[in-house]
């Protein structure tokens, strides 16, 4: 299955907990003011890559414990990012994702788009909602501001309320 990708790290150790492959999406509508990654607001830019390649990169790394999804906004990709997901999983790695959206916001797209609902479900952790410069801090961990969540997925979807990651 393709995607459309601006990039990837091998290793990370600041997307995430442990150390990380990063697939950053290529494409977001939020187009926040200081945005990190500005290169990929573009929904044409970027490159195509088959997915198969990119779990390939991944796993021939064994010092890698799970894969974070970035952006761009990776929930504008949910088909092909659920796809590689479920694949990461099956493999024991954890699935981090980065989103404009809030998790509330991600639960009522869910209600209407399949693909979200299904990369929600083999989400582990999110960090949730716009990137807000007047907010911006470097104290927290993963994220780039202070409005943004660090949300454990699967124990809300589980509960029914939204419960926030603890690190």
């Not at 590689?84 to 959206?101: A, H, P, Q, T, V």
Request: hydrophobic share 30%.
């Amino acid at each position: 299955m393709e995607i459309r990708i601006a990039g990837t790290v091998s290793e990370s150790i600041v997307d995430g907990p442990g150390l990380r492959y990063v697939i950053f999406t290529q494409g977001c509508p939020h187009n926040c003011e200081g945005c990190h990654n500005p290169q990929t607001h573009d929904f044409s830019g970027g490159k195509i890559v088959d997915t198969s390649a990119l779990f390939e990169e991944c796993t021939s790394d064994p010092l890698n414990s799970g894969v974070t999804f970035s952006g761009g906004e990776p929930f504008c990709q949910p088909e092909p990012l659920y796809v590689l997901g479920k694949k990461f999983k099956e493999r024991g790695y954890d699935i981090m994702c980065y989103s404009g959206w809030t998790f509330e916001e991600l639960l009522e797209k869910a209600n209407h788009e399949e693909f979200v609902e299904k990369l929600l479900s083999i989400t582990d952790i999110l960090v949730d909602g716009r990137f807000e410069l007047d907010k911006r801090t470097l104290a927290l961990p993963f994220r780039g501001s202070e409005n943004q969540r660090l949300i454990d997925v699967q124990k809300s979807l589980s509960e029914k309320i939204t419960i926030l990651y603890e690190i």
